[in-house]
């Protein structure tokens, strides 16, 4: 197998500004809005549904319309800010980012509400692959390890005190705005971000690839066509329109392949680039990583309404319950690398055992314990499956992207970024479909919906740990 000539897209930046602290940290604070903002709209999920009465799929919409935005046009957002500045896009997606926040905040309906939502991944997808480019090309040697480990350290930490802050807004109840305020904390940070930005380098790329419109128009598309089906099709009683969607998905998904092929034929820089996708490490990995990142998405909404609906707990109770996972998440992914360089892709095999044993864990206790689950019952199962995930979320990444040549490394990496948040998008529309169907009182309920559920992601979690020998060893 060959690869293509990268002829645009290189990273060099125009000048060499070096990256200072009070710049990381601000483009640190931009990184921590996007993942806060998908792990504290969980907890509030329950109370948006009383408050709004939203549908259940209108729920789904909510967490997955964030996910489907961001992914979709991550990349196109790295190419954007290789062509015109870094900074200057960071700089745009924060402000989008704060308006579409306030958007939410401010929603009178729920549509209204998943369409803010959806501009507010959109906001992300400009904002946050600036973060890693501009580490990238400002930083070198021990003064990059650092950064990025700061990076790696700072989405653990976003993830916990999504679960907590989320729980503690909600049943504060703010002057009597409910859910509100998870969306509008976002509004003064935002602003404090835009006036420490000047702290930023400017860099761009001096080459910079051209942006693959039409790859980019298919592949949302696709999922457009996919997921709103899933996700509504159950609610509607599967009319025509449903499936004539369904249909025109393949059909999409088809011509993005073609379209994907021409471009790189012509010596251009696709979306998702059929050489690269073609690399062993690469494709045997998004076989692994498709379907974790799908049963990963779908695990917090799952628990949340869980807990909310099933258990009666109230959102800060359910952030205290989730939030131990977040935990576990944090220290096993500032203690990956450490293991990867001794154990190799082996941390993958461990990381999925171990995962796959929380799960099954989780359901024996809500087998068990149902309807007495409590905080502290539950936490054990939290914590097993919140290790196991932390190892293999950071060793993915690492893992598959190995192999991958230098001068590919950043095409490499969104391909992996898009198919993971796109992912974990579809684990909310398809798995959480299932479950919400399942939790019907006239078909399972909700305590054998969630063991059922769960079930799915014990056997992910037990494949990929039996596949995980056959990607590359990182070392």
């Not at 806060?36 to 709209?41: A, E, G, K, N, T």
């Not at 293999?392 to 490394?409: K, Q």
Request: aromatic share 6%; net charge positive; glycine share 10%.
């Amino acid at each position: 197998m060959t690869t293509p000539t990268i002829r645009r897209g290189t990273t060099a930046p125009v000048e060499a500004a070096s990256l200072t602290m009070p710049g990381l940290i601000t483009l640190l604070l931009g990184a921590f809005l996007p993942i806060l903002d998908f792990f504290i709209v969980n907890v509030a999920l329950p109370t948006i549904d009383r408050t709004l009465n939203a549908s259940a799929t209108m729920l789904e919409l909510v967490v997955a319309g964030y996910g489907i935005a961001y992914g979709v046009l991550l990349v196109l957002g790295g190419r954007l800010g290789d062509t015109y500045g870094r900074k200057r896009l960071f700089k745009f997606g924060l402000a989008s980012f704060t308006v579409t926040s306030l958007a939410c905040g401010l929603a009178p309906t729920a549509g209204v509400l998943v369409a803010a939502r959806i501009a507010q991944g959109a906001a992300a997808a400009m904002m946050l692959p600036q973060v890693l480019s501009t580490i990238q090309a400002t930083t070198a040697g021990e003064h990059r390890s650092r950064a990025l480990g700061l990076y790696g350290a700072n989405a653990g930490m976003a993830m916990v005190l999504g679960q907590l802050v989320g729980g503690v807004l909600v049943a504060a109840d703010i002057a009597g705005t409910s859910w509100r305020p998870i969306f509008l904390v976002n509004v003064p940070i935002g602003l404090l971000g835009l006036v420490l930005a000047r702290r930023i380098p400017e860099t761009r790329s001096a080459n910079p690839a051209t942006v693959d419109v039409a790859g980019t128009a298919l592949l949302g598309l696709g999922l457009f066509t996919l997921l709103l089906p899933v996700t509504e099709g159950h609610a509607a009683g599967w009319p025509l329109w449903t499936w004539l969607l369904l249909a025109a998905s393949p059909i999409l998904f088809a011509g993005l392949v073609i379209v994907e092929r021409r471009m790189e034929r012509a010596g251009r820089i696709a979306l998702l680039p059929p050489a690269v996708l073609r690399m062993r490490s690469i494709k045997r990995g998004l076989l692994l990583s498709g379907p974790f990142f799908l049963a990963y998405g779908a695990f917090t909404f799952v628990a949340a309404l869980t807990l909310q609906e099933g258990l009666l707990y109230g959102p800060l109770a359910a952030g205290l319950a989730i939030a131990p996972m977040a935990v576990a998440f944090l220290v096993a992914s500032l203690i990956s690398s450490q293991l990867v360089a001794r154990f190799g892709r082996g941390v993958l095999t461990v990381g999925a055992t171990i995962q796959g044993s929380g799960v099954v864990l989780a359901i024996a206790t809500i087998l068990v314990a149902w309807p007495d689950v409590t905080v502290l019952t539950l936490a054990p199962a939290m914590v097993v499956t919140g290790f196991g995930q932390g190892l293999m979320v950071t060793t993915l990444f690492r893992v598959i992207l190995s192999r991958v040549p230098a001068e590919l490394a950043g095409v490499g990496s969104g391909s992996l970024v898009t198919v993971q948040q796109v992912s974990i998008a579809l684990g909310v529309a398809t798995l959480g479909s299932l479950f919400l169907w399942l939790s019907e009182p006239d078909v399972l309920g909700m305590r054998d919906a969630f063991v059922v559920v769960m079930g799915v992601q014990a056997v992910v979690a037990a494949v990929v740990a039996l596949f995980s020998r056959r990607l590359p060893d990182p070392r």
